[in-house]
């Protein structure tokens, strides 16, 4: 696995246990709504599904980091300031990462079972 694919593999499991932490946080928080629970609840499984796939060489992994990193970076800029930093940040680390020659030759390569 290349060195951009496993960093982004990585971080999206760091992602997921963030994730993880903030439902379990919401969840027995005596104000924490439901509603932020179950976002945070099914990032994790969205992340959890882009680091699989990095992973396991699926063809829809490239598209499923996109979308997630888009996704995130786009909610992070409602929060103008930090965390603005992050999420793009990691739009733009997904972007390069999964478009360089090794990334995708190896993310398009032929598959063995064994």
């Known amino acids: 696995m290349p060195g951009p694919v496993l960093l982004t593999a990585v971080t999206f ?12 946080h919401r969840l027995v928080d005596e104000d924490g709504s ?10 994790a499984v969205a992340c959890a599904a ?3 796939g990095l992973s396991g060489r699926r ?3 490239p598209v499923s980091a996109y ?3 888009g996704l995130l970076a ?8 930090a965390i603005t930093i ?5 739009l733009a680390w997904v972007l390069w990462a999964l478009n360089r020659r090794a990334s995708r030759e190896w993310l398009t390569g032929p598959r063995r079972l064994g």
Request: glycine share 12%.
């Open 50 to 52: 882009a680091a699989l």
């Open 74 to 81: 786009t909610a992070s800029l409602g929060m103008f300031g």
């Open 13 to 24: 499991v760091v992602l997921v246990v963030l994730f993880v932490l903030a439902t379990v």
């Open 59 to 61: 063809p829809w992994a």
């Open 67 to 69: 979308v997630l990193s």
């Open 34 to 43: 439901i509603g932020a629970a179950v976002f945070f609840a099914v990032m």
């Open 86 to 90: 992050v999420g793009v940040g990691l």
